[in-house]
């Protein structure tokens, strides 16, 4: 009798370690994660081999999905740069674009995404584009379509949206778009 409260004691932190708690989920929203290295690249910002936050060093994940569709239509690391003060996601011809309206890197801070860029107002436009298989097909994100959230991480001026709702400029099926990435420091 006295060993049937200690096994209930076992047995629920066994479920604790297998089903994790909302706090342990949220880390599971960084599509980023570092692999093992055997130096410092992902750990140390001081080391000269370092990497950026989660590995995103002048690059970032792209990740779209049609309305309706299961798995992603688009799921790619891409080439992370500024251009004429729009920030651009690049992999051969599809590009996700993401205009804060100023030139310079934009202050950390939550951005809601709208028709027009404002600095000054917490606004970027977000677009995402194909123009491979001889056609061009581009998407753009009504005002109010989410948000986007700026960070400085060790220097690295880190960009995350998720789930932002796109529209086709030529009727095509919505695409629900969602990019993590870091540019290096200035």
């Known amino acids: 009798m006295k060993f049937r409260p200690l096994a209930l004691v076992a047995s629920l932190c066994g479920l604790f370690t297998f089903f994790p708690s909302p706090a342990q989920s949220a880390d599971s929203d960084v599509w980023g994660k570092s692999p093992e290295a055997s130096d410092d690249r992902f750990t140390n910002p001081k080391s000269t081999l370092y990497a ?8 970032g994940e792209v990740r779209a999905t049609f309305a309706g569709a299961a798995s992603p ?3 790619y690391r891409a080439n992370f740069q500024e251009i004429n003060g729009a920030y651009e996601a690049v992999k051969d011809l599809q590009t996700l674009h993401m205009d804060f309206g100023g030139e310079g890197r934009p202050a950390p ?7 027009k860029a404002d600095p000054a107002g917490k606004t970027v436009r977000v677009s995402f584009a194909d123009v491979s298989k001889g056609m061009i097909r581009e998407w753009s994100a009504p005002s109010g379509a989410g948000t986007l ?5 060790n220097g690295f001026t880190y960009f995350k949206c998720r789930n932002v709702a796109l529209k086709s400029s030529d009727d095509q099926k919505p695409l629900t778009v969602g990019f993590e990435g870091a540019l290096s420091p200035e």
């Open 52 to 59: 950026g936050p989660d590995g995103w060093y002048n690059t």
């Open 149 to 153: 959230t700026v960070s400085l991480v």
């Open 73 to 75: 239509a688009y799921q």
């Open 109 to 115: 801070g939550v951005y809601q995404i709208a028709d």
